[in-house]
């Protein structure tokens, strides 16, 4: 059974920074591409940074320059560091897990965690 928590979630002041966290045990790094998305209410779920197997890192156009995604395999975990933050980031953030197909063609999964609530209000 896979399990993706996130933690660090919270309310802060635009301009403001949070950092979240995401466990991710049993989650091989270099056979699953791991993300971050956000859904606001009334919106779509959409990406906001993905951590492919080859730590490469790639992000929505709206937080390049603000937000920075990485991953810590002796932990297990996927962070997300969010710096100035604007009332438009305010959303659920969720930790994510794609199997990438590198090992065994045909084999597929995906994980979702239980979802962070991120405020940014004055």
């Known amino acids: 059974q896979v399990q993706l928590v996130e933690s660090g979630g919270g309310s802060v002041q635009p301009g403001g920074s949070l950092r979240l966290s995401c466990a991710a045990p049993r989650v091989d790094f270099s056979a699953y591409n791991m993300g971050w998305y956000r859904q606001a209410p009334g919106k779509q779920r959409e990406l906001v940074a993905r951590?492919?197997?080859?730590?490469?890192?790639e992000y929505a156009e709206s937080v390049k320059g603000r937000f920075t995604a990485s991953r810590d395999t002796a932990k297990n975990t996927i962070d997300l560091q969010m710096n100035n933050l604007q009332p438009e980031d305010t959303a659920v953030y969720y930790c994510h897990a794609e199997y990438s197909g590198r090992y065994q063609k045909s084999y597929s999964a995906i994980y979702w965690g239980q979802g962070t609530q991120v405020t940014v209000s004055s």
């Open positions: 951590i492919t197997t080859v730590d490469e890192r």
